[in-house]
């Protein structure tokens, strides 16, 4: 199974692309309820939910590719920059488990769009670690979260990442951290400007933003349940694993991982600080994790043990489907 999934065949990359689609399959026969979207936020937020409404089939598919998408791109940021140290697609593996077994939305959420942000915002930063002089890039990234605050605005905190990011890999450069501030103001300037010059308060922007403070039950299955304390049991696991392996990693390696804890972090701080946040925001935190995971699959001893940790995750993925 590790000899499987750590190579690079057609049938890995076939059976990549039929796992969201046999998890969507039953979204497409059925009526299914549409979950809670009541933590809207903002404009973009509310277009998304009436989408939903109305073009359920439709907002199924572009949720469905969105998450195909984010598993390719993470396939690609380890070939640029190589901190597993194998061609691997695992981490297009665990992310679609993740987004698609573990989250019942299967729907286009706002999260789900802001997590494809974030992941083109870790390529525009991993490629900032040598480059000489001052990086544009942090403008584009903080231009990016600005977008992203905009359509999810949770997100908003994840700026404070970008200026984790901007300590760990870059020297310090006065006009970088112009940069970062400067490219999340001047989306809001833009809105900001736009509603003025349409004489429309601005707070109609916001027309869900008290949503965001209500806390909002969520249920979960026995197999959910059993589901979520394995990956909590694994994430412990590998994160020891690899506190013991981080010292031999090249340092760019070393900093794209601790930038991957950090993300991590400050993912789970908004799904604890803010009420109104779903278990959508999964889409986000299945980055870091899917990363995490991958480097102890592809690093461990292939014996029995780690054998059955990876056909344990497998069968709860089916379970999932199937219950």
Sequence with gaps: MLRFFNGNSIGVL?????????????????????????????????????????????????????ILTNAFLLIQINTIHIFIHVRTQLPALFYIVLTAGFNPTHQLTPALVDSLLVIIILFRLFVTYKTDGPSVNFLDTGFLIAVASMIYFPAILLFLFLLVALVMLRPLNWREWVYVFLGLMLPYLFVVSGYYIAGVPVREFFPGFSGLFQHHKQTYSIIQLIGWLYIAGMMVYSSYFMASAIDKMKIHGRKIFMLFLWLFLFTVIIY??????????????????SFLFSHYFCNCTRNWINEGLLSLFLVIMVLLWVL
């Design 272 to 289: 604890l600080v803010i009420p109104g946040v779903g278990i959508d925001i999964v889409s986000i935190a299945a980055i870091p994790l």
């Design 14 to 66: 076939v059976l990549l692309v039929l796992v969201p689609f046999v998890y969507w399959i039953p979204d497409f026969f059925k009526a299914v309820p549409l979950q809670d979207q009541a933590f809207t936020g903002t404009v973009p937020a509310l277009w998304i939910a009436s989408f939903n409404v109305h073009y359920r089939v439709l907002s199924m598919v572009i949720a469905l590719l969105i």
